[in-house]
Structure formats: C-alpha cells, structure tokens
C-alpha cells in the first residue's frame, strides 16, 4: 500500500541563545493508511516536533516531507492551510474544547468552516458522535463530562470532516489506565472503518498493544520499527 506520510531524512534543530539543540537527525519513516502508527519514546526525544513537521505546522531545517503525495514546502501557505483544513484532523492532549458547547456543537463548529448547511452539520455531527459511543451525552457540555469522554468529543470533532489524516498528540496521558484505553481503541477503530492514516505519538508505553505498528524514537531517530498485532516481530521496512 502507498505511503500516505513520508519523511525523507529530516533534520531539525531549536536555538536558544547560544545553544542549538539538534531534535530530529536524519529521519526517515513511512507510514501507511488504514492502521493506527504509535510513535513512543522518552519525553523530550522530538514526538511532537515530528508530528508538527509532518503535519506541516513545522518546516524541517533539511529533508523532506509528503503527505498523501503532496510535498508540503512546495505548497503555498494558502495551499498548505487548505490542504490541512482539508486533510488533517488534530487530538490533543487537553482536549481543547470549548466550556460553553454541548459536545454537539463542539462538533459541528468546524463543520461551519467547511461550508456544512446547520442541518447538514447536525446530522453529520450527531453520526460521528454515535461513533465514538456518545449517542446519548452529545447534549452535555464538557463540565458534566468524563475525561475520557471530553476526549472522544474531541476525537469526533477531528473526524467530523473525515480527514486521511488523524493526529494524535499524547491523546491518553491526561486519563486514567482504563479511560486511555478506550481513547487509544476508539482511535484504532477509526483508522480502520474510516481506512483512515492515524498518527499517534506517546511517552505511554501503555498504549503500545493497542498500536497496528510502534516506531520507537530516541535522541531524534526512529530506533526500531515493528507491527503489533498481526505478528509482534515482523520488522516492517523503513
Ligand atoms: N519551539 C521550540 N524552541 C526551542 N526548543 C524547542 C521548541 N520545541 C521543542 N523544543 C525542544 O525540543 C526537544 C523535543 O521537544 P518535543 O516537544 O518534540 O518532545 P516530545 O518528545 O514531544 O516530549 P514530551 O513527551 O514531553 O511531549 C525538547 O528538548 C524541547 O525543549
Ligand atoms: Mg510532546
């Protein structure tokens, strides 16, 4: 199957005062649609650097970066910001969610952007949100909600739009074990239902057997890269 992310030998390094700090270093990955890709390493080893580049918020100092084939520096920044409104959903790690919505309009807001007629955005809303199991608490606001709840809105606004691309920033760390799982299989579920390319990165080693695919990341490299489910062996090519 055709990748839908590539790196290809990407660097990038932060500047503080005198002190360059080299984050990624030479790293190449390809991530395939229709599975859920954990990307786990210590904190500080560049997860969400990486995510951000692939997503095309960061630009690498050097390498390059496709996303469904497009490569993004050649974009314009008009392009790349349709591109991501288009293509790209985001979860993170505290939700983001707005205190005065019920978790129906939660989901239905960016529907607005895209140019969803009220009830169009409603009905689509409302599937998605029955998707994640929260049929019958779409009406509640984020206050009377759980945290793994307030996580699963989140994860149905992200797919609302149903992008090819799902980014998850650590989507499980502000939850408890068994709330993070469910976050972590919801996810899983979608990349397959939806064959959508679902990018997770994480310090939980927790999350691990709920993964299609781990590339372990240190000190700006991927480590190793292996599938979980199928075969817990089987290196896959990087
Ligand atoms: N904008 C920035 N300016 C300077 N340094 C940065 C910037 N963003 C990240 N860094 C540094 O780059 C390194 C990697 O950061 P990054 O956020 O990618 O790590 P991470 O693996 O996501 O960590 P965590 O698991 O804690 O979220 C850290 O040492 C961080 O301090
Ligand atoms: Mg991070």
Redesign the pocket.
């Known amino acids: 199957m055709a990748a839908s992310l590539v790196a290809e030998s990407i660097s990038k390094a ?1 500047v ?1 005062g005198k002190i360059r ?1 080299e ?1 990624l270093s030479d790293l190449s990955l390809q991530i395939l649609p229709a599975e859920l890709s954990l990307v786990s ?1 210590p ?7 990486l995510l951000a580049i692939l997503s095309g918020l960061l630009r690498p100092d050097s390498g390059r970066v496709f996303a469904l084939g497009e490569e993004l520096a050649r974009l314009s920044p008009d392009q790349r910001e349709r591109f991501r409104l288009q293509h790209t959903g985001f979860v993170f790690q505290g939700f983001n969610l707005f205190p005065a919505l019920s978790a129906l309009e939660q989901v239905m807001l960016p529907l607005g952007y895209l140019g969803f007629g009220n009830a169009a955005a409603r009905r689509r809303a409302g599937s998605v949100l029955e998707e994640v199991g929260l049929a019958a608490r779409m009406h509640l606001r984020p206050a009377e909600l759980s945290g793994g709840e307030k996580q699963r809105v989140a994860i149905a606004r992200a797919l609302a739009k149903e992008p090819q691309l799902l980014f998850a920033d ?1 989507p499980t760390s502000a939850l408890d074990a068994a709330n993070g799982q469910i976050v972590i299989d919801t996810l899983h579920r979608i990349a397959h239902s939806h064959r959508a390319t679902v990018l997770c ?1 994480s ?1 939980d080693p927790r999350l691990i057997s709920h993964a299609d695919r781990v590339l372990a990341m240190e000190d700006g490299k991927i480590l190793s890269d292996r599938r979980v489910r199928t075969a817990a062996s089987e290196e896959v090519s990087s």
Request: hydrophobic letters at 25%; proline letters at 0%.
């Open positions: 932060f503080t700090a984050v390493g904190s500080g080893c560049g997860k969400s650097t650590e990165v310090h």
